[in-house]
């Protein structure tokens, strides 16, 4: 079955330490998809980002950086010179692909980061 | 703007009470998904539907019920017979299986029994 682990509940930092935060996945499916989303206190889930099971490739966008990396299953994500606003409760999420998939997103337990002045 | 509607943003509930919540979507997307959100347990799913008139049970579909009358639809109720409703519901749309896209959230419900 198909499951994801943030084993880190929490996380607090200072102003412009770098972070990051762990996720591990499991699958029996070769093709599957792996997502970031962040969850302001408003609510609202926000998409950061999308990796498919064939791109080992890291990705940056700006401060935020994505490492993939198949052989541990972990697709970990990085946050360079943190700022307030960046506080929040992330989510890392995986979906089975391929034939015969259902759609679902599974979801991990969320990591709230917290970014002191 | 496309986009996902949630309504109302906090609802209250007596004991024994149903309640609906409502999804819309004008996004037209074919997958249409409920989640709840407790503290502490991330999001777990409640039900889905992948077409019209066609829906299948989440993790936890266990005192919810749900309808796909419409595609734009997604209504969502807690029955009295779920236990502790008491949670943050996010209604989620996605274009369907096979295609592997994420995501569209709705800004969420919170739901409270009072």
């Known amino acids: 079955a198909q499951k994801v682990t943030q084993a880190q509940t929490e996380i607090s930092v200072v102003e412009k330490e770098d972070v990051t935060l762990d996720c591990v996945y499991e699958t029996r499916d070769t093709t599957y998809y792996l997502f970031w989303y962040k969850q302001p206190p408003s609510g609202e889930l926000v998409f950061l980002i999308r990796?498919?099971?064939?791109?080992?490739q890291n990705e940056i966008s700006g401060r935020y950086s994505w490492n993939f990396q198949k052989s541990t299953s972990s697709f970990n994500f990085t946050i360079t010179a943190s700022q307030v606003v960046d506080s929040a409760v992330y989510f890392c999420?995986?979906?089975?692909?391929?034939?015969?998939?259902?759609?679902?997103?599974?979801f991990g337990q969320g990591t709230t980061l917290q970014v002191k002045p | 703007d496309g986009g996902i509607t949630q309504s109302p943003k906090y609802l209250f509930r007596k004991e024994g009470q149903n309640v609906t919540l409502s999804c819309e979507q004008n996004?037209?997307?074919?997958?249409m998904y409920w989640y709840r959100q407790d503290p502490g347990q991330g999001l777990r799913l409640i039900y889905y539907?992948?077409?019209?008139?066609?829906?299948q049970k989440g993790d936890i579909a266990e005192g919810y019920s749900v309808s796909r009358e419409k595609k734009e639809s997604f209504p969502l109720t807690v029955t009295s017979a779920q236990k502790n409703p008491t949670a943050f519901y996010l209604c989620a749309t996605g274009r369907g299986p096979g295609q592997g896209r994420g995501y569209t959230f709705g800004s969420g419900t919170r739901l409270t029994v009072v």
């Open positions: 990796r498919n099971s064939f791109d080992e």
């Open positions: 999420a995986l979906r089975e692909g391929g034939s015969g998939n259902t759609g679902k997103l599974i």
């Open positions: 996004l037209n997307h074919d997958a």
């Open positions: 539907s992948q077409i019209v008139n066609d829906f």
